[in-house]
């Protein structure tokens, strides 16, 4: 055995026992804890403040008309015709769905033949560079997942193929879709994918990865077939509503000028004011000249009029509560907690979405209360939007550090993906930074982050309410209880964020 194979071989069974038993260090990796110059109560009631105080001149001041939320500044990045024929061109979205369903099927084949351990490509392209890194991009870039889904790549495939072959109607059965079903089965799928991501001790084996791949794969190809491709797209595959969730986050978005299109399609929303933004299915159907891609003032889609479907409100806690778990797992609380019984993670990844939905409830019949004139479910619905400026910033100052440290390993191992000691491309022997990060400025980058996400969510709530009420008063009076749940929320996500940070 030479020198480099005794290295990547230990290196290996290192890292592979770090992702097996201390996932926890993984979510930050900087090294050393940081002691902070005041006490951590000072900090987070800092925090507090600072949101309090971004939501005084938006109850004195704010005012807005009723066709306020589509009135945003836009830029129509299609107008640059250079960029449009890039974007645009075959050669490009037809290699970029290439290579999404290529490297599913080569983090699928390194998942079951490759090593088991850290140096098989599976687990960190899976739960670094998509899951969060894609993540990130969708916030802060915009949604490509309708474009890279390899699930929907496949099934257009195979559709087509079908087509050639003489079956006019294609794959899909297009069975009814119960109305009332809504998009619970994509939050039954996203609480089976926070039970792996935090509770399942094998969901950084490779071969699992490449196993539950599979599954959700056949999953998702049956209910496109089933009840029609758009339709499972839009309700049952979690990935697309997560993603489409972060979307309207991101700071730009895209358009069909030709509301036409809208008639043929069951996605487009009646209280959207005769305005199609980011409907894929009518971007897809539209002619080309009558396609806009706009840069936006970024959440703003966020506080866009829209109906939200049977189990929406739930999901976008449910993606509130999963990030907040994660967290929670490393702090020494939990950790004393899960000495008793190793259930209490499973019990944590249902009884703690619950918890949150509860309080959420409470707060909104509290809001309802004092503004009046709006039903508790429209109410509830409605805000649910404003939260998920939090759910961003947590995840971005939860995941970020994960993202810069232990995602330099993909240098690697794009050169040896099934651990074999390949050198495809001359950096198999890269070795991560793993001092690039400091604690002390992750503890002070993620106050910024947390409380940023809070005062967009504070905006948000605001203007939501001016929509919903027409009234200043009755609005003001309305958002006090969302200020203090958001408030609420924001100590407890620092307090969850200094645990393995600050002494």
């Known amino acids: 055995m030479n020198v480099r194979t005794r290295r990547v071989t230990a290196a290996a069974l290192s ?6 038993e201390a996932r926890p260090a993984l979510a930050h990796g900087f090294g050393p804890t940081y002691d902070i ?40 990045l299609f107008g640059i015709r250079p960029l449009k024929k890039l974007l645009t061109s075959r050669l490009l979205t037809g290699g970029v769905r290439l290579l999404s369903v290529a490297l599913f099927f080569i983090v699928v084949i390194a998942g079951l033949v490759g ?10 392209f899976v739960w670094i560079t998509w899951w969060v890194g894609l993540s990130f991009f969708t916030a802060f870039v915009g949604n490509v997942w309708p474009l890279v889904n390899p699930w929907r790549v496949l099934f257009d495939w195979a559709e087509g193929l079908a087509r050639r072959l003489g079956y006019r109607d294609g794959l899909e059965l297009d069975e009814p879709y119960p109305e009332a079903l809504g998009i619970w089965p994509a939050v039954g799928l996203y609480l089976v994918f926070v039970w792996i991501e935090n509770v399942f001790s094998g969901s950084y084996v490779p071969r699992n990865i490449a196993l539950f791949a599979l599954a959700y794969a056949l999953i998702t190809l049956y209910g496109m077939a089933f009840f029609g491709k758009e339709t499972w797209l839009r309700r049952g595959e979690t990935f697309s509503v997560f993603f489409g969730l972060l979307g309207r986050f991101a700071p730009t978005e895209v358009r069909v000028k030709d509301l036409d299109v809208c008639l043929d399609c069951d996605g487009c929303d009646d209280d959207a004011g005769g305005r199609c933004v980011n409907c894929y299915e009518c971007f897809a159907s539209a002619a080309p000249d009558g396609h806009e891609l706009n840069l936006r003032p970024p959440a703003v889609g966020l506080g866009l009029p829209e109906k939200v479907p049977p189990g929406g409100t739930a999901f976008v806690i449910l993606v509130l509560a999963g990030v907040t778990f994660d967290g929670l797992l490393e702090t020494p609380l939990w950790l004393e907690i899960v000495r008793l019984t190793p259930v209490t993670q499973t019990l944590g990844v249902i009884l703690l979405p619950l918890l949150f939905l509860g309080i959420y409830l409470g707060f909104v019949e509290l809001s309802r209360i004092l503004g009046g004139g709006v039903g508790f479910g429209r109410l509830a619905a409605a805000y649910a939007f404003s939260l998920v400026p939090i759910a961003i910033a947590y995840q971005m100052a939860h995941y970020y550090t994960y993202l810069i440290i232990q995602g330099q390993m993909m240098i690697s191992l794009v050169s040896d993906p099934f ?27 993620q106050v910024a982050l947390i409380v940023a996400g809070h005062m967009i969510a504070v905006y948000l709530a ?9 009234d200043p008063v009755r609005a003001f009076r309305s958002q006090l209880p969302m200020l203090v749940l958001m408030v609420l929320y924001t100590i407890t996500s620092l307090w969850i964020l200094a645990q393995p940070i600050v002494e």
Do not use: C, M
Not at 41 to 58: E, I, K, S
């Open 15 to 20: 890292f592979s026992l770090i992702l097996a």
């Open 37 to 76: 110059p005041i006490p951590l109560w000072l900090y987070l009631y800092g925090a507090a403040a600072a949101v309090v105080l971004a939501f005084l001149p938006l109850a004195l001041f704010s005012r807005k008309e009723r066709d306020a939320p589509y009135r945003y500044p836009r830029l129509d």
């Open 115 to 124: 090593l088991q351990s850290g140096f098989n490509i599976a687990p960190t």
């Open 419 to 445: 651990g074999w000691g390949w050198n495809l491309f001359g950096t198999a022997d890269f070795e991560p930074r793993y001092g690039i990060v400091g604690a002390g400025f992750v503890w002070y980058s």
């Open 462 to 470: 605001h203007s939501i309410s001016l929509r919903l009420l027409r």
